[in-house]
């Protein structure tokens, strides 16, 4: 919806979309430049649904992909000096979500496609591994550079079945031989990055895996997702006093409002106050608060 020639980006979680359409984009680039340069190139990340990190992911996406161009006025312009072209494998696991083991192994079978479709696909290779790894290996040796991994919502083929006996051993197997190259391909890789609900050891997907970074209650990264208050009175200093407007009450009641309807969110101490980003927008955009999530 549009609101004094303001766009806000309800549901779109690509970053490119968001940029090229001029939707307003709350900067959290300074967070990117932090994890690809950090120590581990491992990196976990838990958060609620609808708090952003599909388009975390997406951010991330452009970025290994070396389009600075979608990042002109950002943070990350500013501090980085390299901008290399990196193979991007990227997987939305979210469309597994209520399956079997059947229909598991297809979704999995057309996510390689796409990328055996650019890379090739070895002979003898038939498993999701066997597969997955071979991608891996092909894209760095056709490129000459190293791949990014990004895997969001890797748990959601398992949320549905984790306290049922039978069909969660069966399908965490398969995620965890799926998931298992990423330990065998470190040469090859540059940069691996999930995101999830749950804590990635409860599934014990990860077993192998033990150099990942979970950097989700870490209070460098405690805003990483979602609208923190100061951002709010920055990036959207203007929305504020439209929506004040439109509701017909000072600038200071709807800030009020809107914390005790939105606020409150820590995922790790010390925390600042995280507003639920998807709540916070559609309230901008309708211009009155609602139960939005």
Same mark, same amino acid.
């Given at each position: 919806?549009?609101?004094?020639?303001?766009? =806000?980006?309800?549901?779109? @979680?690509?970053?490119?979309? $968001?940029?090229?359409?001029?939707?307003?984009?709350?900067?959290?680039?300074?967070? %990117?430049? +932090?994890? %690809?340069? !950090?120590?581990?190139?491992?990196?976990?990340?838990?958060?609620?649904?609808?708090?952003?990190?599909?388009? /975390?992911?997406?951010?991330?996406?452009? =970025?290994?992909? &070396?389009?600075?161009?979608?990042?002109?006025?950002?943070?990350?312009?500013? /501090?980085?000096?390299?901008?290399?072209?990196?193979?991007?494998?990227?997987? #939305?696991?979210?469309?597994?979500?209520?399956?079997?083991?059947?229909?598991?192994? !297809?979704?999995?079978?057309?996510?390689? *496609?796409?990328?055996?479709?650019?890379?090739?696909? &070895?002979?003898?290779?038939?498993? %999701?591994?066997?597969?997955? @790894?071979? $991608?891996?290996?092909?894209?760095?040796?056709?490129?000459?550079?190293?791949?990014?991994?990004? *895997?969001?919502?890797? #748990?959601?083929?398992?949320? #549905?079945?984790?306290?049922?006996?039978?069909?969660?051993?069966? /399908?965490?197997?398969?995620?965890?031989?799926?998931?298992?190259?990423?330990?065998?391909?470190?040469?090859?890789? +540059?940069? %691996?990055?999930?995101?999830?609900?749950?804590?990635?050891?409860?599934?014990?997907?990860?077993?192998?895996?033990?150099?990942?970074?979970?950097?989700?209650?870490?209070?460098?990264?405690?805003?990483?997702?979602?609208?923190?208050?100061?951002?709010?009175?920055? @990036?959207?200093?203007?929305?504020? #006093?439209?929506?004040?407007? +439109?509701?017909?009450? !000072?600038?200071?009641?709807?800030?009020?409002?809107?914390?005790?309807?939105?606020?409150?969110?820590?995922?790790?101490?010390?925390?600042?106050?995280?507003?639920?980003?998807?709540?916070?927008?559609?309230?901008?955009?309708?211009?009155?608060?609602?139960?939005?999530?």
């Amino acid at each position: 919806m549009e609101r004094q020639g303001r766009l =806000y980006p309800i549901g779109i @979680q690509t970053f490119e979309k $968001i940029r090229v359409g001029n939707y307003m984009y709350i900067d959290k680039t300074e967070y %990117v430049y +932090r994890m %690809v340069h !950090s120590a581990s190139n491992y990196i976990f990340l838990s958060r609620p649904r609808r708090f952003g990190k599909s388009l /975390l992911t997406s951010t991330l996406e452009a =970025y290994f992909e &070396g389009r600075r161009e979608l990042f002109r006025g950002l943070a990350l312009e500013r /501090l980085e000096t390299e901008w290399t072209e990196y193979p991007v494998l990227r997987f #939305d696991m979210s469309t597994a979500k209520h399956v079997d083991k059947e229909r598991l192994e !297809s979704e999995l079978n057309l996510k390689l *496609i796409e990328y055996e479709n650019v890379y090739g696909r &070895g002979e003898g290779e038939e498993n %999701v591994n066997q597969r997955f @790894q071979g $991608i891996i290996r092909r894209a760095y040796e056709q490129t000459g550079r190293q791949v990014v991994v990004l *895997i969001d919502e890797y #748990d959601a083929p398992l949320l #549905d079945v984790v306290h049922e006996e039978k069909n969660l051993p069966i /399908l965490r197997n398969i995620m965890r031989n799926f998931y298992s190259p990423l330990k065998a391909c470190d040469p090859y890789l +540059r940069f %691996v990055f999930l995101t999830g609900i749950t804590k990635f050891s409860q599934l014990s997907i990860f077993s192998e895996l033990n150099n990942i970074k979970n950097i989700s209650m870490l209070p460098e990264y405690a805003a990483i997702c979602g609208i923190t208050e100061e951002e709010m009175a920055t @990036q959207m200093d203007e929305d504020l #006093d439209i929506l004040a407007g +439109r509701m017909g009450i !000072s600038r200071e009641k709807t800030v009020q409002k809107l914390k005790d309807n939105y606020d409150g969110y820590h995922f790790t101490w010390p925390s600042p106050d995280i507003y639920n980003p998807f709540s916070l927008l559609n309230a901008f955009a309708d211009g009155r608060l609602d139960s939005y999530w």
